[in-house]
Nanobody
């Protein structure tokens, strides 16, 4: 069973930057989609960015140009680089491997954007 652990969350000022990490228990194969999602209290979990099994990188419109998803397969780690953070980015961020329905989720890491 795949285990995922997110880290790097915390408090950041508006306009600031933060890098989130997601470490998998094993090899992240290219056949699996890897994505970052976020969820604020009272709201549904939403896609932030993802790398599909075909290698396509997608982002939510709200984060395009600000966030970057990357992967270091040697370290079994996926990153979410957050730049130009806004209060609307405040949420618990989760990584996912294998899709939101059939795949695996990490425990989440809290990101708070506030002055």
């Amino acid at each position: 069973q795949v285990q995922l652990v997110e880290s790097g969350g915390g408090l950041v000022q508006p306009g600031g930057s933060l890098r989130l990490s997601c470490v998998a228990s094993g090899r992240i194969f290219s056949t699996y989609a890897v994505g970052w999602y976020r969820q604020a209290p009272g709201k549904q979990r939403e896609l932030v960015g993802a790398i599909t099994s075909g290698g396509t990188i997608t982002y939510a419109d709200s984060v395009k140009g600000r966030f970057t998803v990357s992967r270091d397969n040697a370290k079994n780690t996926v990153y979410l680089q957050m730049n130009s953070a806004t209060p609307e980015d405040t949420a618990v961020y989760y990584c996912n491997v294998g899709g939101p329905r059939l795949g695996y989720w990490g425990q989440g890491t809290q990101v708070t954007v506030s002055s």
